[in-house]
C-alpha cells in the first residue's frame, strides 16, 4: 500500500499549489482521505478531509476559503488546491487514508496509510 504526494514546491505570497496524492496497493475509493502538514516544531495537523462521496468536505479554519480539495476515485488520487498562500502555509504536507469513521475525527493517529510528504514552502 502506498500514498505518493506530488506538487510541492518554493512560491511566494499569494501563489497557487496543487498536490497530488496517489494511492495504490489497495482500494482507496471508500476511505476517507485527508490532507495534514507538519511545520518545523510543530506538531502534525490536520488541513482537509474528503469523504468517499466526493461532495462532503471538510477543512480547517486557517485554510477555509483558500484551499480546495477533491478526489478522483478512478485514478486513486487525491488533490489539494492551494490559493492565496501564506508564509504560515510553510510545511510538509502529509496524504492519508483510513477505512470508515467520521471525515470530522481529525485525530491523525487514526489514519492508518501516510504518504512520505511533500515540502510547500512559501515566501514572503
Known amino acids: 500500500v502506498q500514498l505518493v504526494e506530488s506538487g510541492g514546491g518554493l512560491v511566494q505570497a499569494g501563489d497557487s499549489l496543487r498536490l497530488s496524492c496517489a494511492a495504490s496497493g489497495r482500494t482507496f475509493t471508500s476511505d476517507i482521505m485527508g490532507w495534514f502538514r507538519q511545520a518545523p516544531g510543530k506538531e502534525r495537523e490536520f488541513v482537509s478531509t474528503?469523504?468517499?462521496?466526493?461532495?462532503?468536505?471538510y477543512y480547517a479554519d486557517s485554510v477555509k476559503g483558500r484551499f480546495t480539495i477533491s478526489r478522483d476515485n478512478t485514478k486513486n488520487t487525491v488533490y489539494l488546491q492551494m490559493n492565496s498562500l501564506k508564509p504560515e502555509d510553510t510545511a510538509v504536507y502529509y496524504c492519508?487514508?483510513?477505512?470508515?469513521?467520521?471525515?470530522?475525527?481529525?485525530?491523525?493517529?487514526?489514519?492508518?496509510?501516510w504518504g512520505q510528504g511533500t515540502q510547500v514552502t512559501v515566501s514572503s
Open positions: 492519508a487514508a483510513k477505512s470508515g469513521g467520521s471525515l470530522y475525527n481529525i485525530n491523525p493517529q487514526l489514519y492508518t496509510y
Open positions: 474528503i469523504s468517499w462521496n466526493p461532495g462532503t468536505t
